[in-house]
């Protein structure tokens, strides 16, 4: 049912904990299911440095925070933007279709950190530029 890799990053997931120096944080969650995942980053010079995340879910949702750190750390902030739920499938070699939702959150943790640290740096932004399809972040979907 699970692939290798996504029993990998939820039996050792990578980046786990709250970044203490973080300067961007992002929190979602799916009422639905229940999972919330919050994103730390430590952006510099528009890359972003070091990420980690702190998730309570099931094992989808863990692998898919662990992945999705994984695939934005050291990428600039437009490059993290640009990251979506089916890179993160796809990096983890697929998910259940039951288990889709798990990857969407994790794109919208990662939206939502840099929406968060967009704002802190006096950027002009709306919440619109980081609009989700889901029901996760600004609730369009709910």
Avoid: W
């Avoid at 089916?86 to 889709?100: E, S, T, W």
């Amino acid at each position: 049912m699970y692939s290798a890799k996504v029993m990998d990053h939820f039996a050792n997931p990578r980046n786990v904990g709250v970044l203490a120096d973080a300067n961007a944080v992002g929190q979602v969650g799916n009422a639905k299911c229940g999972d919330i995942m919050k994103i730390y980053m430590k952006i510099e010079d528009n890359i972003i440095k070091d990420v980690s995340f702190m998730t309570f879910g099931c094992g989808a949702a863990i692998a898919t925070s662990s992945m999705a750190t994984e695939l934005v750390k050291g990428k600039t902030v437009e490059e993290a933007l640009t990251l979506t739920n089916k890179a993160v499938m796809d990096a983890l070699d697929g998910l259940p279709p039951v288990k889709v939702h798990c990857s969407l959150l994790a794109e919208e943790a990662i939206k939502a950190a840099i929406y968060d640290y967009k704002k802190s740096i006096g950027e002009q932004v709306t919440e619109d530029n980081f609009a989700c399809n889901t029901c996760c972040h600004n609730k369009k979907c709910e």
